[in-house]
């Protein structure tokens, strides 16, 4: 159970899947790198939903690299645009994960 004072947070993950059945990837690709923002109390919640997410999705999580939050994003210097804000924004309202960049990996 979360602490009272705890504070949902969006975390920036880059995910890699490999193939499975049905993961709704191109036919000729290997898998993919898929960018996502996930809301949690902290980025290991964050990561243990959104893997669970995409296994619901018929995807092969493989590894997944964090990025932090948006004030530690900006802080590390990234430039984040309006659209990706308000991604973020929507994962942190909707307390979901948000799939906003699937870069497909060939041979």
Known sequence: ????????????????????????????ATG?????FAS???????VRETVAIL???DMAPLDVSGYGTLAERRAEGHD??????????RALDENSVIVAQVTPFYD
């Open 1 to 28: 159970m979360a602490k009272p004072d705890s504070k949902q947070q969006v975390f920036t993950l880059l995910v890699e899947v490999g193939r499975s059945d049905g993961d709704g990837l191109p036919k000729n």
């Open 32 to 36: 993919a790198a898929l960018m996502c």
């Open 40 to 46: 949690g109390i902290d980025e290991a919640e964050a």
């Open 55 to 57: 296994k619901q999705a």
């Open 80 to 89: 984040i645009n309006e659209d990706e804000e308000g991604l973020m924004q």
